[in-house]
């Protein structure tokens, strides 16, 4: 078990974020990150059941530019429950700076699509419609493979098993994302 005061700075987290992921939490994210201070070590908290997981990539993009451009170390804080697009966020921070607090969860899935496909029009254009939404599928499928590999990047959870239980909903207790080094710790 681990002492907690190992990590002050974790006690105090600069960004707090609560709710869904979504274009309002986006615009609160970044408000807070304009009021932080400037310099040292930022520790970015969050509390979430998911939302879009395009908002998450935006903000992981936000934390991954200013800690290459800046140099500075920036701590992922998971609290109570960190769902879907909460752990896409959390995959944009490497393993050795997640921390997670007692009884936290983390929830893995698949993205989900709900969608139609209205066929109408000269028979010659149908096939283009039906090649888009294809598309979209496909990219969709890639890019939710390239924040799985982030999730598992240092970890000891391989690819293929976050691939194989993510369409379930995998639940991850807090000591067990420790265990398999998905975060460095928990507190």
Do not use: C
């Amino acid at each position: 078990m681990t002492d907690a005061t190992q990590y002050p700075l974790l006690a105090t987290p600069h960004v707090h974020l609560a709710g869904p992921v979504d274009h309002s939490m986006y615009a609160n994210f970044r408000q807070q990150m304009a009021n932080a201070p400037a310099e040292g070590s930022l520790v970015i908290s969050i509390s979430t059941l998911g939302g879009d997981p395009e908002v998450a990539r935006a903000m992981g993009d936000d934390v991954r530019l200013l800690r290459e451009y800046s140099g500075r170390e920036i701590l992922f804080l998971g609290k109570v429950a960190v769902y879907s697009a909460g752990a896409t966020f959390m995959a944009a921070f490497p393993v050795e700076t997640r921390f997670l607090t007692k009884g936290t969860r983390l929830m893995l899935h698949e993205r989900l699509m709900s969608s139609s496909v209205e066929l109408s029009g000269p028979l010659k254009t149908l096939s283009y419609t039906l090649k888009a939404k294809l598309h979209e599928i496909e990219h969709s499928i890639r890019i939710e493979e390239e924040g799985f590999r982030d999730l598992v990047a240092g970890s000891d959870v391989p690819f293929e098993e976050l691939v194989e239980k993510a369409p379930s909903n995998w639940y991850i207790e807090a000591e067990e994302a420790k265990r398999r080094r998905l975060v460095l710790d928990v507190i």
